[in-house]
């Protein structure tokens, strides 16, 4: 009898384990992903080991300009691609809901966030960086609660629009896709 108790001992912890991993695991990969620009990376952050840090920046949205962090937005478009993003009060129906997370380590999850990478990926991320006519892209998972996870990062060249507005002049803003002096739009599909 012992010996069946010793053996149950052992064996219902990895039991316990293997179905706690299980439970993280369906989390993670449920939801649905989409595809959100960043700016501002930094790829290697030695005091907080192999990161990838940046800032999102939501389409149609001038989030730094809301003011204190806001609570939830709401994305608009088909997955993975977001057509606009609002902001949201708790109260609002939205179909895509994204919730801000108070325990984020920078405090605003919905304004910024981190990526772990590997050495060998980051020192390639060091250089695609280094390539001003490349945006980054990163994608999120959203779940149903509201909450998300970036879980990775791409990066895509330019649009000419995207250039235009780059390299437009301080305090100038640059020229519409509609101007017939503004360099053809290309659709990314």
């Given at each position: 009898m012992i010996r069946y108790a010793r053996l149950a001992a052992a064996v219902l912890p990895l039991f316990g384990l293997g179905a706690l991993w299980a439970m993280s695991d369906r989390t993670y990969h449920s939801g649905t992903d989409w595809e959100v620009p960043i700016e501002g990376c930094d790829p290697r952050d030695y005091l907080r080991g192999h990161y990838v840090e940046f800032r999102y920046d939501w389409p149609q949205l001038d989030f730094w300009a809301t003011g204190p962090g806001p609570e939830a937005l709401c994305i608009?478009?088909?997955?993975?691609?977001?057509?606009?993003?609002?902001?949201?009060?708790?109260?609002?129906?939205?179909?895509?809901?994204?919730?801000?997370?108070?325990?984020?380590?920078?405090?605003?999850?919905?304004?910024?966030?981190?990526?772990?990478?590997?050495?060998?990926?980051?020192?390639?991320?060091?250089?695609?960086?280094?390539?001003?006519?490349?945006?980054?892209?990163?994608?999120?998972?959203?779940?149903?609660?509201?909450?998300?996870?970036?879980?990775?990062?791409?990066?895509?060249?330019?649009?000419?629009?995207?250039?235009?507005?780059?390299?437009?002049?301080?305090?100038?803003a640059p020229l519409s896709p509609f101007d017939p002096l503004a360099p053809p739009a290309v659709m990314d599909k």
């Open positions: 608009e478009g088909t997955a993975p691609r977001i057509a606009r993003v609002t902001l949201n009060k708790a109260d609002a129906a939205c179909a895509h809901l994204l919730k801000a997370d108070q325990s984020h380590v920078y405090g605003d999850s919905l304004g910024s966030g981190r990526l772990y990478i590997g050495q060998k990926r980051a020192e390639a991320l060091q250089q695609q960086l280094q390539n001003r006519d490349q945006r980054g892209i990163v994608t999120i998972r959203q779940r149903e609660d509201g909450s998300f996870t970036p879980i990775s990062i791409r990066f895509r060249p330019l649009t000419p629009q995207e250039i235009a507005e780059r390299d437009a002049p301080e305090g100038e």
